[in-house]
């Protein structure tokens, strides 16, 4: 067998050739760079997806999270599980899906009650407005307040004037101490300077039954729960808490536009996902979301339970989440309700 011999000639790489090695390895070193999720983003998703839900089953939380599962999974191609995760007032769902791998396959269906309770829970293993980062706002509607017959008041300026006039005898129910209904009525309290007494039951149909029966004088509600008493005569419907009057109560007036500029506090349900989750993902999942609850049938279910679909971006609702969680760990502290 004759020697090959290996020349100078031999060892000299092409430069076109060398550049295109060099280009290739920068490519791999740079994937090798990125995160895995970043990676998975543009076939995201590619299996099914949890979205959790602090509450039993068959509750409104977990039914607006049925029609976020369905009409979201029909877009995004893949099945969408509701995983009830009841307890501790829906903090540990929460901490579920804050402490999840940033990827997009563990999603919380989130409520403004959830807002609450980092003021009324001292250990917590998550920080709500750290940890989570709004996807897309599915729903909101307003709380409404009612007055008992007798009460002779028919707007919130003759409300708020009686209140002035006689200073700590008229009271208002609420299902809780620390509840979004409560932190409504403090937050009336705070904005005029009066001293409408708050008086806690057991629950928020104890707190209607309170007030039709004149116990209690007045109570922040859910609209779908107040609205039948107000129709059938039992209770007066004062005003509504949202910024804007409903649409279907067009001579309703709001707290806002009733002396009280700025008044704000709604019911909301959305859905977020741990902080680090990808811009893609979270891009994906919110024109989805916007899309499936803007449907007939979507419009239809919200309707009936007297609550909106409003398309929102990913920033404007983490925004929102932040705002009330701020808004209410102020309300609390300044009501002396201490963590336990």
């Given at each position: 067998m004759s020697k090959i011999e290996i020349t100078e000639e031999h060892c000299r790489i092409d430069p076109a050739r060398r550049r295109a090695v060099a280009a290739m390895?920068?490519?791999?070193?740079?994937?090798?760079?990125?995160?895995?999720?970043?990676l998975a983003a543009p076939s995201f998703p590619d299996r099914p997806i949890r979205l959790y839900v602090g509450y039993s089953a068959g509750g409104g939380t977990d039914q607006v999270a049925r029609l976020v599962?369905?009409?979201?999974s029909e877009l995004?191609?893949?099945?969408?599980?509701v995983m009830n995760m009841p307890g501790a007032t829906g903090s540990i769902a929460v901490e579920r899906v804050a402490t999840s791998p940033p990827d997009g396959y563990n999603l919380l269906l989130v409520s403004s009650a959830d807002t609450v309770v980092p003021a009324l829970r001292a250990k917590l293993n998550y920080d709500f407005q750290r940890?989570?980062?709004?996807?897309?706002?599915?729903?909101?509607?307003?709380?409404?307040?009612?007055?008992?017959?007798?009460?002779?008041?028919?707007?919130v300026g003759e409300l708020i004037a009686l209140a002035r006039k006689e200073p700590g005898k008229l009271n208002f129910g609420s299902p809780g101490v620390g509840n979004s209904l409560h932190l409504a009525g403090a937050q009336l309290?705070?904005?005029?300077?009066?001293?409408?007494?708050?008086?806690?039951?057991?629950?928020?149909?104890?707190?209607?039954?309170?007030?039709?029966?004149?116990?209690?004088?007045?109570?922040?509600?859910?609209?779908?729960?107040?609205?039948?008493?107000?129709?059938?005569?039992?209770?007066?419907?004062?005003?509504?808490?949202?910024?804007?009057?409903?649409?279907s109560l067009p001579n309703v007036p709001t707290l806002a536009e009733s002396g009280l500029p700025g008044f704000d506090r709604s019911v909301w349900f959305g859905v977020a996902a741990p902080k680090g989750t990808p811009a893609a993902v979270?891009?994906?999942l919110n024109a989805a979301i916007n899309k499936g609850m803007s449907t007939p049938e979507s419009k239809a279910f919200l309707t009936g339970q007297n609550l909106e679909h409003h398309?929102?971006?990913?920033?404007?609702?983490?925004?929102?989440?932040?705002?009330?969680?701020t808004q209410s760990g102020k309300l609390i502290a300044g009501l002396g309700i201490k963590p336990e």
């Open positions: 390895a920068a490519l791999a070193a740079a994937a090798c760079a990125l995160p895995l999720q970043a599962a369905q009409k979201t995004v191609g893949q099945q969408i599980i940890d989570l980062l709004g996807v897309a706002q599915a729903a909101d509607g307003p709380m409404a307040l009612v007055v008992n017959n007798d009460l002779p008041v028919h707007s309290n705070a904005m005029t300077g009066v001293d409408i007494v708050h008086v806690p039951f057991k629950g928020g149909a104890e707190s209607m039954t309170a007030t039709v029966a004149g116990d209690v004088q007045m109570c922040f509600q859910m609209l779908a729960t107040a609205l039948p008493f107000a129709n059938a005569g039992k209770l007066r419907l004062l005003a509504v808490t949202s910024a804007q009057r409903v649409p979270i891009d994906k398309n929102t971006t990913a920033a404007q609702f983490t925004a929102l989440m932040r705002r009330d969680a």
